[in-house]
Every structure is written in C-alpha cells, then in structure tokens.
C-alpha cells in the first residue's frame, strides 16, 4: 500500500537519527553514558526506518538498483555468516563490546539507516541533511565551550571539551565534518549575508575548539575536504579547469608529506606526529593481521580485543609494554576486516565506491549547475572516510557517515521518474518531494494498518538495544550502592558485557568473598574464553588448585606469546 505520508515520515526520520544519536548521552542512568543510549535511539529510529520500508516495499522495488541491493545483502550476508562460524562469544557479536556497542545489531541498524536515505533521497533530502550536521553542531558547540569554561554541570571522568562524544578525538572529527559542511554552504548556497556570515563564526569557532583539544584529528579531515571543494570547482569550471592538473599534483604532494608528518618525518612532523600515532600504526598491524588469520569469516563482530594480544606481534609489545591494548584497529576499514575477513571487507569497500561513482555520475551530468548541497555533503562524506582511515568508528560520527552514504547512492535517482507527484517546471516534469509539502502531511496519521506495521517493528528495534541499556543501568545502579549481588545479578542479564564480569570479579576479590570470586571467574572462561584477565587471576592467585593455574599459564602464552613477562 503506497503512502506519502509513509514516505514523508521516512524522510523525517532521516533528518532526526544525526542529531537524536550525537546529542543524547545517560550520564545519570548508565556505566556507560555514551555509546549504549546512542546505540538504544539509532536501533529505534533504524527499525521505524525498516517499518517503513517494509510497508513500502513497491515503492522500495522502484527506487532500488540491483548492484546496490546485491552489495548490501551480500553485507548483511556476510556478517550473519561472522555471527555463525567466527567463533566469537554471541552476545559480544550481537550487541557489542562495552564502549563501543559495534556488534552486529549497531551495523544492521547502520545499513538500515544507509538504506532508507538511498530509497527515500532526493536533492531536498540532501539539503536538510546538511543544515541537519550544522544545526547539530550548533547545541554540540555551545556545550564545548561550557566545559572548556569548567563549568559544565555533569562530573564526566574525562576533564577536556568533547561535547556529547565521549573522547576529544570523536569531537574532533564531527566538528571537522560539521565545519567543512558549513563552510561550502556559506561560499555556494544561496544565503543571506547574515546567514553566511553565521555559518562562518561557527566554522571559526569549531576550528578554533579542534585546536584546543590537541586532536588533529578535527582539522585534517576539514581540510582534506576544503582541498577536493576547490578541486571540484576547478573541474566544474570551463575556465580554470586547465588548473586543476598543477591543483591535483600539489595537493598530492601535501597529502604525501602529511602521511610523513603522521609518522614522524617530512617538514610537517613536528605539527601531525604524536606519539599516538606510532600506537595507531600496531593497532592497525594487528586488524590486518587479524584478517589474514581469519580471512573468511574473521574473529567475531566486534571482537578484535580478543585477538589483539596475539596478532600484535613483537614489536607492538614490546614498543611500551604488554600491556597497552586495544579493542579497535583505529581504522573502520580494518575494524571490519579483522570482524569478518575479506567477503565483509570487500562488501564494506564497495558501498563506498558505489557511492563515489554515484556522485561521479552525478558531477558529470551537472557539471554547469552543481547543488552547493550535494557539492557540501560529498566533501563532508569524504572528510568522514578520512577520518575512517584514522580513528573508530563511534555511533555518534558513524551515523553521519552511513546517512551519507545512503544520500549518495541515491544520486542514482536524479533526472529518473519518480512515483511521487508532479508538477509541470519549465515544460518538464520534475518530481515532488514529500519534504516540501510539509503543511500537506504535518498532523496527519498514517493508515492504521501501515501504523501498527511499523509500530511493531519499532518495538521489535527498541527492545533489541533496550537489553544491553538496561543491564548497564542495573549494574550502575548496583555499583553506586556497592550491592555485590545486584552486580552479580546485573551481570546475568541479556546484554551484559565481558566489563561487568570482570569488575564483578575484580571486586569479589578484593572483598575476600574467594568462592563467589572463583564462582565469577570461571563465568567468565566459559562465557569469553579469549579474556586475557580471567585467565591471569587463575595463574597468578592462589584461588585456584595446581592444574588449574598450570592451564591458565599455557591459555596465557597462547593468547599473548610475544609477552615476556609470561
């Protein structure tokens, strides 16, 4: 049963799950207040996204291209045969590790996400999403300077201006994107002067909270963005686009010794390289070992802290110590490769060719007359893929980039017919986007049989992400009141992570409760056998028998054998 109304709601949806996921954080309720309550609202949004889809299934046929369908079923595919035969714990695969929550439900609410904006795309579309990161940045902005001020109202462990991402770096790459975002919209959208001269203080000012956070992260991918917005304007321009050759082999040059710089050496070191980088480098030596080891169906949905310690090599434990560890490769591409080996890499690399051939195409047909939008969200998506070839990919910047994406590839809709509406412009007919008749579908209630359709899919999707929310919330709850059984109870709920286990224990230890201790220990062998400390305690206490510990030395030298403390 069509319904534009459906389809309308579908849009909206797409322009709320970017700010709903970046700005919502539970410091009150949860252990952790960052990624669970952003995974918990983009799931709900993603499956009422799906509720929609599913309801519109011929219209979804209409709009659908079998080379984007085939990939990202073949994605699904691929990750569903990662859950089944990696090995990997399931409930880690399925919800997440603790701090990251980018297991299997966050990835198929992602594709969900990126999905919806394909088949619902359109230049109006496009349009919002760009005011939709810059208006985000607009509350996220305000509060960065309210921490930088030290006067921000919660007591977060981390004392430098990260908004509401969690860690400076990820500020740093969304304000990066939301910048580079605004700053093509002050120079190409057709803006009132004030309007402009907003969007460029708060460029100035992101810009300007970047450098003090000392993340770098922020300002390299603002200006590998700034660097393709002039490239494309060269090559759009008749007369200039003879620079664009002298442009392509300067800018090459610079990304030349940027790379340089971020490894230490070349004229730019002494303003990229931290020594942080040097970690990334072993991180990102560990991912792609991971998926050499593991190449078809890699070692489990979020699951590269279990293998980290044994596909390191020496030199990465040695360079500081055995015991600087990672749960991520500090790279998304290598992320998913180490998770499901090369049929997921391949799956993942191809979206986002799909997606700059669908901007090609689009270059090549509106070369004359280039919307400033289209023009704003290509440059923040690369600016985002940037940032994947550096950092993690957390929910609250992650959803940018799938939205993107799905925007891009609907690029393969433009001048196509559309099912929707159409008004005469100009002798031709050109499409009616549901977004511009706001009035038409604001306070109107979809069909009953479509509303409880997607109702039911949205629960579905709350539900899902609402087990590892709450189980965090329980064991926070128990935690403040110092209530070891509650902790313990916590941890037996659906959704409860390895790190609920392991402080549970650690604290049974250090009361001297030695049975339920030992009880908690091997809980957590049989549920995560890979976890470095369940296994350490066992060797290196006297809790355990002989045997015990003598097979916890041997699980030890196997899951680290370049440590030499073992």
């Known amino acids: 049963m069509y319904s534009p109304i459906a389809i309308f709601r579908g849009q909206r949806a797409l322009l709320w799950v970017g700010p709903t996921v970046s700005l919502l954080v539970s410091p009150w309720t949860n252990f952790d207040p960052i990624s669970v309550v952003k995974a918990l609202a983009m799931t709900t949004i993603a499956f009422f996204l799906l509720g929609i889809l599913i309801t519109q299934i011929e219209y979804v046929k209409t709009k659908s291209h079998r080379l984007v369908f085939g990939v990202i079923s073949l994605f699904l595919i691929f990750m569903i045969s990662t859950i089944l035969f990696s090995g990997a714990p399931l409930t880690q695969q399925f919800w997440g590790s603790f701090g990251r929550n980018t297991g299997f439900l966050t990835y198929f609410s992602l594709v969900i996400i990126l999905f919806s904006a394909y088949v619902f795309c359109d230049l109006v579309l496009i349009k919002k999403l760009t005011w939709s990161i810059v208006l985000t940045a607009i509350p996220a902005t305000a509060y960065a300077l309210i921490q930088?001020?030290?006067?921000?109202?919660?007591?977060?462990?981390?004392?430098?201006?990260?908004?509401?991402?969690?860690?400076?770096?990820?500020?740093?790459?969304?304000?990066?994107?939301?910048?580079?975002?605004?700053?093509?919209?002050?120079?190409?959208?057709?803006?009132?002067?004030?309007?402009?001269?907003?969007?460029?203080?708060?460029?100035?000012?992101?810009?300007?909270?970047?450098?003090?956070?000392?993340?770098?992260?922020?300002?390299?991918?603002?200006?590998?963005?700034?660097?393709?917005?002039?490239?494309?304007?060269?090559?759009?321009?008749?007369?200039f686009r003879l620079l664009t050759i002298p442009y392509l082999v300067t800018s090459i040059t610079i990304i030349y010794g940027g790379f340089l710089g971020l490894v230490g050496r070349g004229p730019f070191a002494a303003i990229l390289f931290q020594p942080s980088n040097t970690f990334r480098g072993d991180y990102m030596h560990a991912g792609w070992a991971m998926t050499l080891e593991k190449p078809l169906f890699g070692v489990g949905m979020d699951s590269y802290g279990d293998w980290y310690r044994e596909l390191r090599g020496s030199i990465s434990t040695l360079r500081t110590g055995p015991n600087r560890i990672s749960n991520s490769a500090h790279n998304i591409y290598l992320d998913v490769s180490s998770y499901g080996g090369f049929p997921l890499f391949l799956t993942f690399v191809a979206l986002s060719l799909l997606a700059i051939y669908a901007f090609s195409k689009y270059f090549m047909q509106s070369r004359e007359s280039l919307d400033p939008y289209v023009l704003a969200l290509f440059c923040g998506w690369v600016a985002y893929q940037v940032q994947a070839l550096i950092s993690i990919n957390q929910i609250a910047v992650g959803v940018w980039g799938w939205l993107f994406t799905g925007a891009l590839l609907g690029l393969l809709h433009y001048k196509t017919v559309d099912t929707l509406p159409t008004k005469k412009s100009g002798g031709a007919s050109e499409a009616i986007s549901p977004l511009l008749q706001k009035m038409k579908y604001k306070g109107k209630q979809l069909p009953a049989k479509i509303a409880i359709q997607v109702f039911s899919v949205s629960t579905i999707g709350f539900v899902l992400a609402f087990f590892p929310a709450y189980a965090d919330s329980k064991y926070f709850s128990a935690s403040q009141k110092g209530d070891v059984k509650e902790m313990i109870a916590a941890t037996e709920f659906p959704g409860s992570s390895l790190f609920h286990l392991t402080l549970t224990a650690d604290r049974l230890r250090n009361m001297g409760a030695n049975q339920e201790a030992i009880a908690m220990l091997r809980t957590l062998t049989q549920r995560y056998p890979r976890d470095f400390y369940a296994w350490q305690v066992i060797a290196y206490t006297e809790l355990f028998p002989p045997s015990d510990r003598q097979r916890a030395v041997e699980v030890l030298k196997k899951l680290d054998p370049f440590n030499p403390e073992l």
């Open 148 to 239: 930088i001020q030290g006067r921000d109202p919660i007591k977060w462990s981390e004392l430098r201006a990260f908004a509401t991402f969690g860690n400076i770096n990820f500020f740093s790459a969304f304000l990066g994107i939301a910048a580079i975002i605004a700053t093509i919209m002050a120079i190409k959208a057709k803006l009132k002067f004030l309007v402009r001269i907003l969007l460029s203080i708060l460029t100035l000012v992101d810009l300007l909270i970047i450098q003090s956070t000392g993340s770098i992260q922020g300002l390299i991918i603002y200006l590998a963005g700034l660097g393709l917005f002039f490239f494309l304007l060269l090559l759009a321009s008749k007369k």
